[in-house]
């Protein structure tokens, strides 16, 4: 019988960036990969995610208000789900390396409830050579280190 010397692998699982009711909420960061129709809205129709490293600091914050905080470095999952949002990601056509700068500029009463509207900012390739975050190493493979591209 083979015994195997097994690790644990730390999987990074990016928690979900919820928008809430104020102004200047903002996430900040390199996006590691973006699927133009990797997410779902609320009513389940197809919308863009991208998976982002953070940058700066960032907040998510629920519909009653609670808010979690996400450090740099962690990641966050920004999906196209508000109608102001999902233009703006498609507009940018995103691509992995790029570094991305979402806010929450206006909140606008409609007879239909609150649209939210948001500033997009781009700065293409700016994050490098976009990579997985590091994980544990496999007992049977060993790879030099690579140094993080300057951000």
Same mark, same amino acid.
């Given at each position: 019988?083979?015994?195997?010397? &097994?690790?644990?692998?730390?999987?990074?699982?990016?928690?979900?960036?919820? &928008?809430?009711?104020?102004?200047?909420?903002?996430?900040?960061?390199? %996006?590691?990969?973006?699927?133009?129709?990797?997410?779902?809205?609320?009513?389940?129709?197809?919308?863009?995610?991208?998976?982002?490293?953070?940058?700066?600091?960032? #907040?998510?914050?629920?519909? #009653?208000?609670?808010?979690?905080?996400?450090?740099?470095?962690?990641?966050?999952? %920004?999906?196209?789900?508000? %109608?102001?949002?999902?233009?703006?990601?498609?507009?940018?056509?995103?691509?992995?390396?790029?570094? %991305?700068?979402?806010?929450?500029?206006?909140?606008?009463?409609?007879?239909?409830?609150?649209?939210?509207?948001?500033?997009?900012?781009?700065?293409?390739?700016?994050?490098?050579?976009?990579?997985?975050?590091?994980?544990?190493?496999?007992?049977?493979?060993?790879?030099?280190?690579?140094?993080?591209?300057?951000?």
């Amino acid at each position: 019988m083979t015994t195997y010397n &097994w690790e644990d692998v730390d999987v990074p699982r990016g928690a979900f960036i919820s &928008w809430g009711e104020t102004t200047g909420q903002f996430v900040c960061g390199k %996006v590691l990969s973006y699927d133009p129709q990797g997410g779902t809205d609320f009513n389940n129709r197809i919308c863009p995610q991208a998976v982002i490293e953070l940058i700066e600091p960032a #907040a998510s914050i629920n519909k #009653a208000g609670v808010r979690t905080d996400f450090p740099a470095g962690e990641l966050v999952v %920004v999906k196209g789900d508000k %109608v102001s949002l999902k233009r703006a990601i498609e507009a940018a056509n995103l691509n992995p390396g790029d570094v %991305v700068k979402i806010t929450l500029s206006n909140l606008v009463k409609t007879a239909n409830g609150t649209v939210k509207e948001f500033d997009f900012k781009i700065a293409r390739g700016a994050g490098g050579q976009a990579k997985p975050p590091p994980q544990t190493q496999s007992a049977f493979t060993q790879t030099a280190p690579q140094s993080e591209p300057p951000f």
